[in-house]
Protein backbone atom coordinates (compact mmCIF):
# COMPACT_ATOMS: atom_id res chain seq x y z
CA UNK A 1 0.00 0.00 0.00
CA UNK A 2 1.24 3.29 -0.73
CA UNK A 3 0.72 6.31 1.88
CA UNK A 4 0.43 9.74 0.37
CA UNK A 5 -0.34 12.75 2.75
CA UNK A 6 -1.82 15.90 1.58
CA UNK A 7 0.08 18.78 3.55
CA UNK A 8 -2.48 21.50 4.87
CA UNK A 9 -1.49 21.90 7.97
CA UNK A 10 -3.95 20.94 10.75
CA UNK A 11 -6.27 19.28 7.73
CA UNK A 12 -3.90 17.42 6.23
CA UNK A 13 -4.97 13.81 4.93
CA UNK A 14 -3.80 10.56 3.71
CA UNK A 15 -4.37 9.21 0.27
CA UNK A 16 -4.05 5.33 0.89
CA UNK A 17 -3.00 3.56 -3.05
CA UNK A 18 -2.99 0.10 -3.85
CA UNK A 19 -4.95 -3.09 -4.54
CA UNK A 20 -7.34 -3.66 -1.58
CA UNK A 21 -7.18 -0.49 -0.20
CA UNK A 22 -10.85 -0.42 0.40
CA UNK A 23 -9.73 -2.61 3.21
CA UNK A 24 -8.41 0.15 5.00
CA UNK A 25 -11.66 1.67 5.11
CA UNK A 26 -11.81 1.58 8.74
CA UNK A 27 -8.12 2.68 9.71
CA UNK A 28 -9.33 6.23 8.11
CA UNK A 29 -12.46 6.51 10.19
CA UNK A 30 -12.03 8.90 12.72
CA UNK A 31 -12.04 7.41 16.15
CA UNK A 32 -14.97 9.99 17.51
CA UNK A 33 -17.00 9.20 14.82
CA UNK A 34 -20.20 7.47 15.65
CA UNK A 35 -21.87 7.01 12.67
CA UNK A 36 -21.37 6.79 9.07
CA UNK A 37 -23.72 8.17 5.71
CA UNK A 38 -22.66 6.42 2.82
CA UNK A 39 -22.78 8.13 -0.58
CA UNK A 40 -23.38 6.59 -3.52
CA UNK A 41 -24.81 5.37 -6.72
CA UNK A 42 -26.77 2.06 -7.62
CA UNK A 43 -24.59 1.38 -10.46
CA UNK A 44 -21.42 1.60 -8.86
CA UNK A 45 -22.74 -1.62 -6.56
CA UNK A 46 -19.64 -1.52 -4.25
CA UNK A 47 -20.43 -1.61 -0.29
CA UNK A 48 -17.89 -1.99 2.86
CA UNK A 49 -18.61 -3.40 6.03
CA UNK A 50 -18.02 -0.87 8.90
CA UNK A 51 -18.31 -1.49 12.73
CA UNK A 52 -20.60 1.69 13.55
CA UNK A 53 -24.39 2.37 12.55
CA UNK A 54 -24.69 3.20 8.70
CA UNK A 55 -27.18 4.40 6.14
CA UNK A 56 -26.69 4.66 2.56
CA UNK A 57 -28.02 7.13 -0.10
CA UNK A 58 -27.83 6.39 -3.54
CA UNK A 59 -27.92 9.25 -5.72
CA UNK A 60 -29.29 9.56 -9.07
CA UNK A 61 -27.16 8.24 -12.16
CA UNK A 62 -24.49 10.51 -13.93
CA UNK A 63 -24.45 14.19 -14.20
CA UNK A 64 -27.93 14.41 -13.63
CA UNK A 65 -27.11 13.69 -9.50
CA UNK A 66 -24.51 17.24 -10.09
CA UNK A 67 -27.76 19.53 -8.92
CA UNK A 68 -28.88 21.78 -6.11
CA UNK A 69 -31.92 19.66 -5.67
CA UNK A 70 -29.96 16.39 -4.51
CA UNK A 71 -28.14 18.21 -2.28
CA UNK A 72 -31.50 19.13 -0.57
CA UNK A 73 -32.83 16.06 -0.75
CA UNK A 74 -29.46 14.45 0.09
CA UNK A 75 -28.92 16.90 3.61
CA UNK A 76 -32.77 15.99 4.27
CA UNK A 77 -31.84 11.96 4.52
CA UNK A 78 -29.27 13.09 6.79
CA UNK A 79 -31.28 15.03 9.38
CA UNK A 80 -33.76 12.74 9.30
CA UNK A 81 -31.43 9.74 10.11
CA UNK A 82 -29.99 11.65 12.80
CA UNK A 83 -26.48 12.29 11.45
CA UNK A 84 -24.44 14.68 13.26
CA UNK A 85 -21.59 17.32 12.79
CA UNK A 86 -19.09 14.56 15.08
CA UNK A 87 -20.44 11.86 12.00
CA UNK A 88 -18.83 10.86 8.57
CA UNK A 89 -20.09 11.47 5.30
CA UNK A 90 -18.44 8.55 2.69
CA UNK A 91 -18.72 8.96 -1.10
CA UNK A 92 -17.83 5.88 -2.92
CA UNK A 93 -17.88 6.63 -6.96
CA UNK A 94 -16.54 8.62 -9.66
CA UNK A 95 -16.03 12.70 -9.76
CA UNK A 96 -19.83 12.85 -10.07
CA UNK A 97 -20.21 11.13 -6.21
CA UNK A 98 -17.25 12.59 -4.58
CA UNK A 99 -17.87 16.25 -5.72
CA UNK A 100 -22.19 15.85 -4.62
CA UNK A 101 -20.99 14.10 -1.77
CA UNK A 102 -18.13 16.67 -0.45
CA UNK A 103 -20.29 19.39 -1.22
CA UNK A 104 -23.14 17.97 0.97
CA UNK A 105 -20.23 17.55 3.66
CA UNK A 106 -19.58 21.47 3.27
CA UNK A 107 -22.67 22.16 3.66
CA UNK A 108 -24.40 19.91 6.33
CA UNK A 109 -24.14 21.41 9.67
CA UNK A 110 -22.31 24.23 8.14
CA UNK A 111 -19.27 21.12 7.75
CA UNK A 112 -19.20 17.56 8.21
CA UNK A 113 -15.98 15.27 7.54
CA UNK A 114 -16.02 13.36 4.35
CA UNK A 115 -13.99 10.74 3.40
CA UNK A 116 -13.59 9.84 -0.63
CA UNK A 117 -13.34 6.67 -2.29
CA UNK A 118 -13.07 7.29 -6.02
CA UNK A 119 -13.64 4.64 -8.12
CA UNK A 120 -12.33 5.66 -11.85
CA UNK A 121 -9.30 6.85 -12.44
CA UNK A 122 -10.25 10.25 -13.25
CA UNK A 123 -11.35 10.09 -9.45
CA UNK A 124 -8.21 9.03 -7.87
CA UNK A 125 -5.76 10.51 -9.87
CA UNK A 126 -7.82 13.86 -9.85
CA UNK A 127 -11.26 14.67 -8.38
CA UNK A 128 -11.59 13.39 -5.23
CA UNK A 129 -8.23 14.99 -4.05
CA UNK A 130 -7.64 18.97 -3.32
CA UNK A 131 -11.26 19.19 -1.90
CA UNK A 132 -12.98 20.63 -4.75
CA UNK A 133 -16.86 20.11 -4.48
CA UNK A 134 -19.81 21.16 -6.32
CA UNK A 135 -22.97 21.03 -8.49
CA UNK A 136 -23.92 22.41 -11.54
CA UNK A 137 -26.39 25.02 -12.56
CA UNK A 138 -28.17 25.09 -15.79
CA UNK A 139 -26.08 27.94 -16.70
CA UNK A 140 -23.09 25.66 -16.58
CA UNK A 141 -20.89 23.20 -15.00
CA UNK A 142 -19.47 23.28 -11.00
CA UNK A 143 -20.83 27.31 -10.75
CA UNK A 144 -22.06 26.03 -7.27
CA UNK A 145 -19.63 24.54 -4.45
CA UNK A 146 -17.09 24.85 -1.98
CA UNK A 147 -13.43 24.06 -1.13
CA UNK A 148 -13.95 21.18 1.40
CA UNK A 149 -10.98 19.05 1.96
CA UNK A 150 -12.00 14.97 2.63
CA UNK A 151 -10.30 13.44 5.32
CA UNK A 152 -9.10 11.10 3.91
CA UNK A 153 -8.82 9.60 0.44
CA UNK A 154 -9.14 5.47 -0.61
CA UNK A 155 -7.80 5.01 -3.84
CA UNK A 156 -7.86 1.12 -4.66
CA UNK A 157 -6.57 0.28 -7.82
CA UNK A 158 -7.78 -3.18 -8.06
CA UNK A 159 -11.65 -1.40 -8.56
CA UNK A 160 -10.20 -0.48 -11.82
CA UNK A 161 -10.13 -3.23 -13.17
CA UNK A 162 -14.06 -3.57 -13.57
CA UNK A 163 -13.59 0.25 -15.51
CA UNK A 164 -15.38 0.21 -18.81
CA UNK A 165 -12.75 0.78 -21.46
CA UNK A 166 -13.97 3.99 -22.27
CA UNK A 167 -14.30 5.38 -18.55
CA UNK A 168 -10.33 4.02 -18.15
CA UNK A 169 -9.31 5.58 -21.21
CA UNK A 170 -11.27 9.07 -20.29
CA UNK A 171 -8.74 8.76 -16.93
CA UNK A 172 -5.83 8.36 -18.88
CA UNK A 173 -6.53 11.76 -20.79
CA UNK A 174 -6.50 13.45 -17.07
CA UNK A 175 -3.17 11.06 -16.66
CA UNK A 176 -1.59 12.26 -19.45
CA UNK A 177 -1.50 15.83 -18.03
CA UNK A 178 0.61 14.78 -15.56
CA UNK A 179 3.69 13.48 -17.61
CA UNK A 180 3.55 17.24 -18.20
CA UNK A 181 3.26 18.32 -14.82
CA UNK A 182 6.96 16.86 -13.48
CA UNK A 183 5.90 13.36 -13.94
CA UNK A 184 8.19 12.05 -16.62
CA UNK A 185 7.58 8.95 -18.32
CA UNK A 186 4.56 7.91 -15.91
CA UNK A 187 3.53 5.13 -18.74
CA UNK A 188 6.32 3.22 -17.85
CA UNK A 189 5.19 2.45 -14.14
CA UNK A 190 2.33 -0.21 -13.59
CA UNK A 191 -1.14 1.60 -12.62
CA UNK A 192 -0.78 1.44 -8.69
CA UNK A 193 2.60 3.21 -9.06
CA UNK A 194 1.01 5.26 -11.69
CA UNK A 195 -1.85 6.74 -9.75
CA UNK A 196 0.55 7.50 -6.30
CA UNK A 197 2.66 9.42 -8.88
CA UNK A 198 -0.08 11.51 -9.99
CA UNK A 199 -1.72 11.65 -6.32
CA UNK A 200 1.89 12.87 -5.61
CA UNK A 201 2.03 15.60 -7.99
CA UNK A 202 -1.80 16.77 -7.14
CA UNK A 203 -0.87 16.77 -3.33
CA UNK A 204 1.96 19.19 -4.03
CA UNK A 205 -0.13 21.70 -6.15
CA UNK A 206 -2.85 21.76 -3.65
CA UNK A 207 -0.78 22.17 -1.04
CA UNK A 208 0.51 24.99 -2.43
CA UNK A 209 -2.53 27.03 -3.65
CA UNK A 210 -5.06 25.44 -2.09
CA UNK A 211 -8.04 28.13 -3.42
CA UNK A 212 -6.49 28.12 -7.02
CA UNK A 213 -4.73 31.35 -6.78
CA UNK A 214 -2.10 30.55 -8.97
CA UNK A 215 -0.34 27.07 -9.77
CA UNK A 216 -3.61 25.09 -9.03
CA UNK A 217 -4.63 26.60 -12.43
CA UNK A 218 -1.83 24.11 -14.39
CA UNK A 219 -3.89 21.20 -13.40
CA UNK A 220 -6.42 22.71 -15.85
CA UNK A 221 -3.64 21.49 -18.78
CA UNK A 222 -5.54 20.67 -21.75
CA UNK A 223 -8.74 21.85 -20.14
CA UNK A 224 -9.16 25.00 -22.34
CA UNK A 225 -10.22 23.85 -25.30
CA UNK A 226 -11.73 20.38 -23.60
CA UNK A 227 -14.06 22.88 -22.17
CA UNK A 228 -15.11 24.57 -25.16
CA UNK A 229 -15.91 21.18 -26.92
CA UNK A 230 -17.88 19.75 -23.77
CA UNK A 231 -20.07 23.03 -23.66
CA UNK A 232 -20.72 23.13 -27.60
CA UNK A 233 -22.20 19.46 -26.53
CA UNK A 234 -22.72 17.91 -29.61
CA UNK A 235 -19.62 15.48 -29.79
CA UNK A 236 -19.48 12.29 -28.13
CA UNK A 237 -16.43 12.79 -26.03
CA UNK A 238 -15.82 12.01 -22.63
CA UNK A 239 -13.66 14.57 -20.39
CA UNK A 240 -10.35 12.51 -20.40
CA UNK A 241 -11.28 12.71 -24.59
CA UNK A 242 -11.60 16.14 -24.52
CA UNK A 243 -8.68 16.66 -22.83
CA UNK A 244 -6.34 15.09 -24.61
CA UNK A 245 -7.71 16.60 -27.97
CA UNK A 246 -6.97 19.90 -25.26
CA UNK A 247 -3.51 19.03 -24.85
CA UNK A 248 -2.80 18.34 -28.38
CA UNK A 249 -3.82 21.63 -29.09
CA UNK A 250 -1.87 23.37 -26.20
CA UNK A 251 0.98 21.54 -27.69
CA UNK A 252 0.73 22.66 -31.10
CA UNK A 253 0.02 26.03 -29.49
CA UNK A 254 3.00 26.31 -27.68
CA UNK A 255 5.48 24.47 -30.34
CA UNK A 256 3.97 27.79 -32.94
CA UNK A 257 4.91 30.34 -30.34
CA UNK A 258 8.50 29.17 -30.07
CA UNK A 259 8.09 27.38 -26.60
CA UNK A 260 8.73 24.11 -26.28
CA UNK A 261 10.91 21.74 -29.42
CA UNK A 262 9.82 19.68 -31.91
CA UNK A 263 11.16 16.81 -29.60
CA UNK A 264 8.73 18.24 -26.90
CA UNK A 265 5.76 18.14 -29.40
CA UNK A 266 6.63 14.93 -30.32
CA UNK A 267 6.55 13.82 -26.51
CA UNK A 268 3.38 14.91 -26.34
CA UNK A 269 2.11 12.81 -29.22
CA UNK A 270 4.12 9.82 -28.10
CA UNK A 271 2.19 10.44 -24.91
CA UNK A 272 -0.95 10.77 -25.95
CA UNK A 273 -0.70 7.89 -28.59
CA UNK A 274 0.62 5.73 -25.65
CA UNK A 275 -2.88 5.97 -23.80
CA UNK A 276 -5.07 5.42 -26.90
CA UNK A 277 -6.03 8.99 -26.94
CA UNK A 278 -7.72 11.16 -29.63
CA UNK A 279 -5.89 14.12 -30.66
CA UNK A 280 -7.75 15.60 -33.47
CA UNK A 281 -11.06 17.67 -33.27
CA UNK A 282 -14.40 15.69 -33.67
CA UNK A 283 -15.51 15.97 -37.05
CA UNK A 284 -17.97 19.07 -37.59
CA UNK A 285 -15.96 21.29 -34.93
CA UNK A 286 -16.68 25.26 -35.73
CA UNK A 287 -13.40 27.06 -35.09
CA UNK A 288 -15.71 30.28 -34.65
CA UNK A 289 -17.51 28.91 -32.30
CA UNK A 290 -14.33 27.41 -30.16
CA UNK A 291 -12.74 30.41 -30.01
CA UNK A 292 -15.81 32.19 -28.67
CA UNK A 293 -15.98 30.00 -26.18
CA UNK A 294 -12.25 30.22 -25.12
CA UNK A 295 -12.71 34.00 -24.86
CA UNK A 296 -15.69 32.86 -21.96
CA UNK A 297 -13.21 30.66 -20.05
CA UNK A 298 -12.68 31.44 -16.25
CA UNK A 299 -8.76 32.05 -16.72
CA UNK A 300 -9.60 34.70 -19.66
CA UNK A 301 -9.09 37.93 -17.94
CA UNK A 302 -6.25 39.57 -20.37
CA UNK A 303 -7.54 38.34 -22.97
CA UNK A 304 -7.00 35.09 -24.39
CA UNK A 305 -5.23 32.67 -21.67
CA UNK A 306 -3.82 28.82 -22.06
CA UNK A 307 -2.09 26.88 -19.62
CA UNK A 308 1.31 26.23 -22.07
CA UNK A 309 4.40 24.30 -21.90
CA UNK A 310 7.58 26.16 -22.06
CA UNK A 311 11.46 25.89 -21.32
CA UNK A 312 10.38 26.41 -17.41
CA UNK A 313 7.59 23.82 -18.27
CA UNK A 314 3.68 24.47 -17.87
CA UNK A 315 2.52 27.99 -17.01
CA UNK A 316 -0.07 30.58 -17.53
CA UNK A 317 0.13 32.63 -20.94
CA UNK A 318 -2.27 35.90 -21.44
CA UNK A 319 -2.95 37.91 -24.00
CA UNK A 320 -2.75 34.88 -27.36
CA UNK A 321 -3.72 36.52 -30.11
CA UNK A 322 -7.12 35.52 -31.76
CA UNK A 323 -5.90 34.78 -35.46
CA UNK A 324 -3.06 32.40 -33.92
CA UNK A 325 -5.68 30.34 -31.93
CA UNK A 326 -7.62 29.90 -35.12
CA UNK A 327 -4.63 28.76 -37.67
CA UNK A 328 -3.95 25.95 -35.18
CA UNK A 329 -7.40 24.84 -34.63
CA UNK A 330 -7.55 25.01 -38.34
CA UNK A 331 -4.10 23.04 -38.70
CA UNK A 332 -5.56 20.25 -36.44
N1 LIG B 1 -9.27 19.26 -11.17
C1 LIG B 1 -8.50 20.42 -11.01
C2 LIG B 1 -8.29 20.79 -9.57
O1 LIG B 1 -8.57 20.02 -8.69
O2 LIG B 1 -7.85 21.88 -9.31
Known amino acids: MIQI ?16 ALGELSSLVPDDVRRVAFVTQENIGISTEIHLPTSTHYLPNGEEAKQLSVIESLCSAFAQGGLTRSDLIVGIGGGV ?37 GVNLSEGKNLVG ?18 PEREMRSGMGELAKYHFLGG ?19 AEVVASDEREGGGRAL ?39 GRISDASLEEHRRVLHAYGLPRGLPAGSNPDRIVKLFGRDK ?28 KILERM
Open 5 to 20: EVPLGERSYPVLVGPA
Open 97 to 133: VTDVAGFAAAVYHRGIRVLHVPTTLLGQIDAAIGGKT
Open 146 to 163: AFWQPCGVICDTELLASL
Open 184 to 202: GQLDSLPLDERVAACVRIK
Open 219 to 257: LNYGHTLAHALEIEGSFDLRHGEAVAIGIEYAAMLAHEM
Open 299 to 326: KAKNGFTFVLDGPEGLEVVEGIPENLLR
